[in-house]
Nanobody
Framework: QVQLVESGGGLVQPGGSLRLSCAAS????????MGWFRQAPGKEREFVVT????????YYADSVKGRFTISRDNAKNTVYLQMNSLKPEDTAVYYC???????????????WGQGTQVTVSS
């Protein structure tokens, strides 16, 4: 089992920045690729970004490419999502997830956090 806890969400103005964190406990964190997904009200959950076990590969959704940056610290069992130039359409609950596969597909992710709300509004 892997337990994931997100933090760092909040209210930010358009153009602002937030840094999300996801702390993992349980089985070996470095054994898992990690991903961030988001779900806006009335919409399906969508892929945001994934990072491989050793952080040598990342893959971003087109909607966040150039604005968001994923990173991980395997010594701290934590994955981060730095979000810059935020837009109102980035408003959603953000979830981190763990997978034994490097994948942008949510069914491949076995463990999920509870989510953290990000609201971009003036």
């Amino acid at each position: 089992q892997v337990q994931l806890v997100e933090s760092g969400g909040g209210l930010v103005q358009p153009g602002g920045s937030l840094r999300l964190s996801c702390a993992a406990s349980g089985r070996t964190f470095s054994s898992y690729a990690m991903g961030w997904f988001r779900q806006a009200p009335g919409k399906e959950r969508e892929f945001v970004v994934t990072i491989s076990r050793s952080a040598d590969r990342t893959y971003y959704a087109d909607s966040v490419k150039g604005r968001f940056t994923i990173s991980r610290d395997n010594a701290k069992n934590t994955v981060y999502l730095q979000m810059n130039s935020l837009k109102p359409e980035d408003t959603a609950v953000y979830y981190c997830a763990a997978s034994t596969y490097y994948s942008g597909s949510s069914p491949h992710y076995e463990y999920w956090g509870q989510g953290t709300q990000v609201t971009v509004s003036s």
